[in-house]
């Protein structure tokens, strides 16, 4: 089992900027894809951003060029700097690693989620 620990997020105004963090720790896999998605009650979760055990990076299109994501030291970390934030980027924003056996064998983890305000 892996545990999704996050940290970061809070209240800011429009043009700020924030960063999270999520460490996953347990039982985890050498190949990995790490990163968040968001979600306003009543609505579907949508992918943020996400960066695979290889570099592989993909971002939502509304979030390019403004959000930055990495990988720390350990492989088990992730950032996610979020710069020039708008009010639509208000959300509650999920942590999230998928844990490769092979293709199609895999285990899927959530962080407890974390709020961001964008205030105009």
């Known amino acids: 089992q892996v545990q999704l620990v996050g940290s970061g997020g809070g209240w800011v105004q429009a043009g700020g900027s924030l960063r999270l963090s999520c460490a996953a720790s347990g039982t985890v896999f050498s190949v990995n894809t790490m990163g968040w998605y968001r979600q306003t009650p009543g609505k579907q979760r949508e992918l943020v951003a996400t960066?695979?055990?290889?570099?592989?990076?993909d971002y939502a299109a509304s979030v390019k060029g403004r959000f930055t994501i990495s990988r720390g030291n350990t492989e088990n970390t992730v950032f996610l700097q979020m710069d020039n934030l708008k009010p639509e980027d208000t959300d509650v924003y999920y942590c999230?690693?998928?844990?490769?056996?092979?293709?199609?064998?895999?285990?899927?983890?959530w962080g407890q989620g974390t709020q961001i305000t964008v205030s105009s």
């Open positions: 960066i695979t055990s290889t570099g592989a990076i």
């Open positions: 999230y690693r998928r844990d490769y056996l092979s293709d199609s064998i895999y285990s899927t983890y």
